[in-house]
């Protein structure tokens, strides 16, 4: 048996949109925020034992996130061969 090695690629980083005191604020939000098909979400406990505290934290979608990185190389190349075939044409 052969064995495929995928190496892990990091999506795009989480963002804190808001801190709750209970879980159930928190998961309130979550839900609202999910209802968006493009937005990853979820609820990270943090702080000590003592003074925890809830945080929603959100992302976009890291395959849309490559379509739309992708896109804008695009745009870009597309920009650079314009002025280059416009400094050609001058000569």
Known sequence: MLET???HQ?????K???RFQTFKEAD???VQLSEDKDLQVKIHIMGPQIKQHFAVKTRPDPSLE???????ARILKKKRKK???KKRRKK
């Open 28 to 30: 309130y939000l979550r």
């Open 83 to 85: 002025k280059l075939n």
């Open 16 to 18: 804190i949109v808001r």
């Open 66 to 72: 490559a379509q739309r990185l992708l896109k804008e």
């Open 5 to 7: 090695i995928r190496e």
């Open 10 to 14: 990091d999506g795009p980083s989480w």
